[in-house]
């Protein structure tokens, strides 16, 4: 069955330090996306891609960057990890056109320290 | 861009009872309204959606409507189970991206 994955599940970082946060779907969709979950805000868009090459800033994107060189994966790196970027991450994926259904990853909780 | 709100954010029912979440959004071109729940520590998962040609729809327990004038939509619940107890989310596409709002915690008491 086709999938979307997000690796690793929980990660505890150190301020400053770089960390990637990995996101693999099988659905072979070209839309995918990145968002930060916190309490009162719901889910926020960091980043997104329609395809190879194709890469979006988002509402929150400072301090993160994505790149996209396959349909399957996009990573989502914060460059100087921030107390301020504890949080759960979600990636997603969707078909086009956009008006369908999106698919969630299980989540990275990530705590920077 | 597009302004999601939705409410309540906190909600809590007796077994058997209704729910009704509602939302408002700012941009009219938005044309797609899916509702997602996210159990306590899962991910969010679709439970319903709805086009802007439509005005309701049901899946057996769930309905959305949706009033295009107005720019709100809503989910409705019946028959409550404790099963449903969960973050129920609204979200808009519109310009080629999806947005969200910022959650209900229903909680269904036995």
Not at chain 1, 72 to 101: G, H, I, K, M, W
Not at chain 2, 15 to 40: H, M, R
Not at chain 2, 55 to 81: M, P
Request: hydrophobic residues 30%; proline residues 4%; glycine residues 6%.
């Amino acid at each position: 069955d086709a999938e979307i994955t997000q690796s690793p599940r929980h990660k505890i970082t150190e301020t400053g330090r770089q960390v990637t946060l990995a996101c693999h779907q099988t659905w072979n969709h070209n839309n995918m996306f990145w968002y930060r979950q916190d309490l009162g805000h719901g889910l926020r868009l960091i980043h997104y891609s329609y395809g190879v090459q194709d890469t979006n800033k988002g509402e929150v994107s400072d301090g993160y960057s994505v790149s996209r060189s396959n349909t399957e994966d996009l990573p989502l790196t914060l460059e100087s990890a921030a107390s301020s970027q504890t949080s759960v991450y979600f990636c997603a994926s969707s078909a086009r056109p956009l008006n369908t259904e999106a698919f969630f990853g299980q989540g990275t909780r990530l705590t920077v320290v | 861009g597009e302004n999601v709100e939705q409410h309540p954010s906190t909600l809590s029912v007796q077994e058997g009872d209704s729910a009704v979440i509602k939302c408002t959004y700012s941009d009219s071109a938005s044309n797609y309204f899916p509702w997602y729940k996210q159990e306590l520590g899962k991910r969010p998962q679709l439970i319903i959606d709805i086009r802007s040609n439509v005005g309701e729809k049901k899946d057996q327990r769930i309905a959305v409507t949706l009033n295009k004038t107005a720019k709100h939509f809503s989910l409705h619940i019946t028959e409550t189970q404790p099963e449903d107890s969960a973050v129920y989310f609204c979200a808009t596409e519109t310009g080629n991206q999806f947005y969200f709002g910022t959650g209900t915690s229903l909680t269904v008491i036995p």
